[in-house]
Every structure is written in C-alpha cells, then in structure tokens.
C-alpha cells in the first residue's frame, strides 16, 4: 500500500498569514493526490484535486503544488474560517489511503 | 443539490453484523462511483470501500476485506455497506462520498456513527 506522511501534524498560525503544509508519499503518485478540509463535527470538504486543480467554490487563497512524492497546499492569507484539520489522499491506486492530518490552529 | 443521507448505525456487539445505506439524490446516482469512509472518535479519516458506477468493480482496505461488503441498488440510489463480524476497531463514524468525473470524493454525507461494544 502506498503511505501518505503529513507534516507536520499542528501547525499555530495567525489571521493574515501564508501557511505552507506537507504530504509526502511513499511511492510516486504522479497528481493523483487531494486535499480536504475537515471542521469538527463535520463532513470533509474537498478543496484541491489532481494536485493543483481548486475545486469549484474554494477560495483562491488555497493552492495546491507538487507532483510524485511531494506535495504542499498553501493558504495565501489565514482568514478565520481556514482553522480546521487538514488532510491528504492519494488516488493512484487502492487502497486510497489518507495523510493523518494537519490541525491548523489560531495561535 | 446533491444528498447524501446515512442510515443504519447504532450500538452492536463484537462478532454482529450492521448493514449501512446511503441514500443519494440531486444527481444522476448510476454514473458516479460511491466510496465509504470511516473516522474514530478524534482520529484521521481511514478509507474503506469503493464501488463502481454499475456495481462490477469493487476494492476494500485490507483491514475489512472478507467481513465487509459494498453494494448499490441504483433503481433505488442507494449504496450499501453490509458489515459482518464487527470489532471494536470498527468504531466510527461512516460517511459515504460520491466520486466525482476526477476521481476524488466531490459530496459527503453527514455520517452515522457504529459503536461496537458488548
């Protein structure tokens, strides 16, 4: 099965900053990889797909970039609805195995 | 809009079975892949099933491959998740996802919990 690592697993942030967060897997996934936002209590919310792709409604403040084994999503500007936990997955192959989360905190 | 609405969780002993549903609508239910997916209490989310828009292909993480079995009626839009021989492992919320055109998981449902525990 191919392992998917994220880093780091909390990361404080403030209002108004650039964060960068990283999933790194355990073989080449080419750009078959996504990224989901996760609120407590609340079903994921799929942000970016095939690595760079934003999907429909996300804000443009996320970005997503990589390719093969490493991959970061980027939020250009904190705004206080970004705090949540974040998550990767790779879809190159089954199973589709998710990262084991960024938190994303107001510091 | 697309739904997707679980059903079908609740408190089950270890070695008993639970079949979950998930009722679709606000889409064309019989061209989409469905996917479940589980998360413990404070923990990642952990794949667990897919199966393809017209049922012939399915895939399973290892961890309930033999126990669990996805299927989907689309007369009726609804996937299922038969779940058989239960652990206390398999304590989670279950959501079921639709598959988008680009293979990722584009709606969720809200979940519905399965507590396994004597």
């Known amino acids: 099965d191919i392992q998917m690592t994220q880093s780091p697993s909390t990361l404080s942030a403030s209002v108004g900053d650039r964060v960068t967060m990283t999933c790194r897997a355990s073989?080449?996934?080419?750009?078959?990889l996504a990224w989901y936002q996760q609120k407590p209590g609340k079903a994921p919310k799929l942000l970016i797909y095939k690595a760079t792709s934003l999907e429909s409604g996300v804000p443009s403040r996320f970005s997503g970039s990589g390719s093969g084994t490493e991959f970061t999503l980027t939020i250009s500007s904190l705004q206080p609805d970004d705090f949540a936990t974040y998550y990767c997955?790779?879809?190159?192959?089954?199973?589709?195995?998710f990262g084991q989360g960024t938190k994303l905190e107001i510091k | 809009q697309v739904q997707l609405v679980e059903s079908g969780g609740g408190v089950v002993q270890p070695g008993r079975s639970l079949r979950l549903s998930c009722a679709a609508s606000?889409?064309?239910?019989?061209?989409?892949?469905m996917h479940w997916v589980r998360q413990a209490q404070g923990k990642g989310l952990d794949w667990v099933a897919v199966i393809s828009y017209d049922g012939s292909k399915k895939y399973y993480v290892d961890s309930v491959k033999g126990r669990f079995s996805i299927s989907r009626d689309n007369s009726k839009n609804t996937v299922y998740l038969e779940m058989n021989s239960l652990r206390a492992e398999d304590t989670a919320v279950y959501y079921c996802a639709k598959e988008s055109g680009s293979y990722v998981k584009d709606y969720w449902g809200q979940g519905t919990l399965v507590t396994v525990s004597s």
């Open positions: 997955q790779q879809y190159n192959r089954y199973p589709y195995i």
């Open positions: 073989q080449s996934i080419s750009s078959w």
């Open positions: 606000g889409f064309t239910f019989s061209s989409y892949g």
